[in-house]
Nanobody, 119 residues
Framework: EVQLVESGGGLVQPGGSLRVSCAASGFSFDDYAIGWFRQAPGKEREGVSCISSRDSSTYYADSVKGRFTISRDNAKNTVYLRMDSLKPEDTAVYYC????????????WGQGTQVTVSS
């Protein structure tokens, strides 16, 4: 059974830090690019960051560049998103996504973890 399980969300004050994790099972993790998306109330889901499958190259949305850091540990089948200098506008449900195109395109989503930035 394919599973993506996010954890580590919570309530944090503006300027604070949080690390969310995405633990994967049931598929060949090394072959998948992993992305983090978020969805705030009343807004569309947006891409935050992603990391490639083999060379771990990374991408960040302009809104989080310089504040968020994505990393992966293939030995643990886990991807992390370290979030620093958090702002109230970072408040959202954060979702993990796994995608491959080899040999065919497959795409999986986690259930999400709530991150709330508030004083």
């Amino acid at each position: 059974e394919v599973q993506l399980v996010e954890s580590g969300g919570g309530l944090v004050q503006p300027g604070g830090s949080l690390r969310v994790s995405c633990a994967a099972s049931g598929f060949s993790f090394d072959d998948y690019a992993i992305g983090w998306f978020r969805q705030a109330p009343g807004k569309e889901r947006e891409g935050v960051s992603c990391i490639s499958s083999r060379d771990s190259s990374t991408y960040y949305a302009d809104s989080v560049k310089g504040r968020f850091t994505i990393s992966r540990d293939n030995a643990k089948n886990t991807v992390y998103l370290r979030m620093d200098s958090l702002k109230p506008e970072d408040t959202a449900v954060y979702y993990c996504n796994a995608e491959t195109v080899v040999p065919v395109r497959r795409n999986y989503w986690g259930q999400g973890t709530q991150v709330t930035v508030s004083s």
